[in-house]
């Protein structure tokens, strides 16, 4: 038996509405004006009311996240790495060109700004199209 199949023993009972004439129409059982009367936030503890209060009034859904990626420049994997190196994110740790973000290894992009002269093999990053033909162009190699 799970969650989903498990069903009330006991009957719904129907909603009741109010305001729309009857025997509940007009104050609807909430008395004539007042603070209790009215529809809205005022029937709730000072203290609650102003904390909803500082909220910011957004509209929409509202979603920012966290862009977690280190960016590199191809002058800096010249200067840094020898001919036929390997260029992975840890490397790039080990060698100080990146930081790591919330105690990890972040992801990696390289752009292509400055020129690349030895031939590199290029593992587990992301590299713009520019920065891809220039590797490939001096007889590097690049995977994802």
């Excluded at 007009?26 to 004539?32: D, L």
């Excluded at 809205?40 to 203290?47: A, C, D, L, S, V």
């Amino acid at each position: 038996m799970q969650l989903h199949n498990i069903k009330p023993s006991h009957q719904k009972r129907p909603r009741k509405r109010i305001g729309r004439g009857g025997k509940r129409g007009t104050y609807s059982g909430r008395g004539v004006k007042g603070q209790r009367s009215r529809a809205g936030t005022r029937k709730m503890q000072p203290i609650v009311r102003e904390l909803i209060k500082r909220y910011p009034k957004l509209k929409g859904y509202r979603f920012n996240p966290k862009k977690e990626i280190a960016v590199v420049a191809l002058s800096s994997l010249d200067k840094n790495f020898k001919n036929g190196d390997e260029v992975t994110p840890s490397s790039l740790l080990e060698k100080g060109l990146i930081g790591k973000i919330r105690g990890g290894i972040p992801k990696v992009k390289i752009l292509a700004q400055g020129e690349i002269k030895k031939k590199l093999t290029v593992k587990g990053c992301t590299f713009s199209e520019a920065a891809r033909q220039k590797i490939e162009k001096a007889g590097g190699k690049t995977m994802k």
